[in-house]
């Protein structure tokens, strides 16, 4: 059974610093992995989208890396601002689509 | 292009009655999602439709929850009656993945606004 496991559950920083979320799954198998942005009483937004052949993906200024074989993935958000406060979310997914998901990291970044 | 959308926002109602949402996904999508969201957790599957069928609802409480998704385009998410854990925010995704073609691996989810339901 796939579990997905985020590392730390919180996270407060100041404005400016780089940082890294963890994610970590029991599974390799996957067939890919996303990084969801949650702000409160929102749905979820996506950020990025790692296929299993892929190492990473980067979107501005934030960088997703992937290794299968470790099972881990870490999401890279240099120059940290406050518009960046949000819960993040990783998921992994099976071949049917399905996405299983971590518990989240509630990042706050204080100006 | 318009997003999945998702009503009503909230809702309370009190325990044992029923409760009832609604989810037209993006345009084109064969792929229809219900999560359940409980507070401080991540989304948990409910559901998944392609187009108009049932590809995986293991984790559906079918004694209380029902989904249907009529014409392979909207779905309405019921639970009957509810209990106090079914508090929770319920999220429908989309997505182009077709399992006919093959295993979905670009499968990209895209999410509405989600259902607060709140059981008294």
């Known amino acids: 059974k796939q579990e997905v496991t985020q590392i730390p559950a919180a996270l407060s920083v100041p404005e400016g610093e780089n940082l890294v979320l963890n994610c970590s799954f029991t599974?390799?198998?996957?067939?890919?992995l996303q990084w969801f942005r949650q702000d409160p009483g929102k749905g979820l937004t996506s950020l990025l989208l790692?296929?299993?052949?892929?190492r990473e993906q980067t979107s501005g200024r934030l960088n997703a890396s992937l290794d299968k074989s470790s099972g881990r993935s870490t999401l890279y958000i240099a120059a940290s601002q406050p518009g960046d406060s949000a819960t993040y979310l990783c998921?992994?997914?099976?071949?049917?689509?399905?996405?299983?998901f971590g518990q989240g990291t509630t990042l706050q970044v204080k100006p | 292009e318009a997003g999945v959308a998702q009503s009503p926002r909230y809702k309370i109602i009190e325990k044992r009655q029923s409760v009832a949402f609604w989810c037209n996904p993006i345009?084109?999508?064969?792929?229809l999602y219900w999560y359940q969201q409980i507070l401080g957790q991540g989304p948990k599957l409910l559901i998944q439709?392609?187009?108009?069928?049932?590809?995986?609802d293991s984790q559906l409480p079918k004694d209380r929850f029902s989904a249907e998704r009529l014409k392979g385009v909207d779905s309405t998410l019921k639970i009957q009656p509810a209990k106090l854990e079914d508090s929770a925010v319920y999220l429908c995704?989309?997505?182009?993945?077709?399992?006919?073609?093959?295993?979905?691996?670009?499968?990209?989810?895209?999410f509405g606004e989600g259902s607060r339901l709140t059981v008294l």
């Open positions: 995704a989309s997505s182009l993945g077709d399992l006919t073609l093959g295993p979905i691996n670009t499968g990209e989810l895209f």
């Open positions: 599974d390799s198998a996957i067939y890919n």
């Open positions: 790692i296929q299993s052949s892929q």
């Open positions: 998921a992994v997914s099976r071949n049917t689509g399905k996405l299983i």
């Open positions: 345009s084109g999508h064969a792929t």
């Open positions: 439709f392609q187009n108009n069928g049932v590809v995986d």
